[in-house]
Structures are given as C-alpha cells and as structure tokens.
C-alpha cells in the first residue's frame, strides 16, 4: 500500500509561479514510476506530467510543456511538481498518483495509487 500526500496549493496570479510536493509512505519510492494529473470544475481529469522511478526520464503534456517540470527525490520520497508562467486556465485539482513500474505513463487507468489532490488556483 501507498499513501500519497500532496501539498503546496493555493492561489496565485497569472505568470506566477508554485511547487507541488507528494510525499509518499508505505512502499519503496524508488520503484514507483510518478505522475500528476489535474481536474477542473465540470472537466474529466487529465494529464499534466510524469517521471520513471529512477527520474531519468520526465514527460509533459504539450500544455504545460516548457512551463511546468516534474522531478523526484527518492532519497526523500518526495516527487515535485514545479509550475512556472501560470495561467488562468491551469485553475484545478492537481492529484500525485504512483505506478508500481519503471516507466511512466500518461493514461490515469495505468495509476496504482493516488493523492487526495491539492487546490491551485490562478487568477487573472
């Protein structure tokens, strides 16, 4: 079992910038491929960044590419969402979910476990 805890939410500006953290207890780290995803009001979720378990290898959905990046720390368990240039539209639930795998993927059905989600809101 996994416990996923995400942190760092809350609400900014437009062009601002937050850190997510997802701190993970109860299984090794390190063998867990992670994701984020997020969900807005009236939306299906979606992708939003992954990484393999080694951290060698990130991936990003094209609307968030070159603005937000996805690392880990397996020392302390800890993956990391940084969200740069934020927008209006970015405005979401953003979840943590582990893959108990090597390598990432970005479909949320391939996700073993998953975060109760953090709240980021960007105003314009």
């Known amino acids: 079992q996994v416990q996923l805890v995400e942190s760092g939410g809350g609400l900014v500006q437009a062009g601002e910038s937050l850190r997510l953290s997802c701190a993970a207890s109860?299984?090794?780290?390190?063998?867990?491929?992670m994701g984020w995803f997020r969900q807005a009001p009236g939306k299906e979720r979606e992708f939003v960044a992954a990484?393999?378990?080694?951290?060698?290898?990130?991936y990003a959905a094209d609307y968030v590419r070159g603005r937000f990046t996805i690392s880990r720390d397996n020392a302390k368990n800890t993956a990391y969402l940084q969200m740069n240039s934020l927008k209006p539209e970015d405005t979401a639930v953003y979840y943590c979910?582990?893959?108990?795998?090597?390598?990432?993927?970005?479909?949320?059905?391939?996700?073993?476990?998953w975060g109760q989600g953090t709240q980021v809101t960007v105003s314009s």
């Open positions: 979910a582990a893959r108990i795998a090597a390598y990432y993927s970005d479909g949320d059905s391939d996700y073993d476990y």
């Open positions: 109860g299984h090794s780290f390190s063998s867990n491929a």
């Open positions: 990484i393999s378990r080694s951290g060698s290898t990130t």
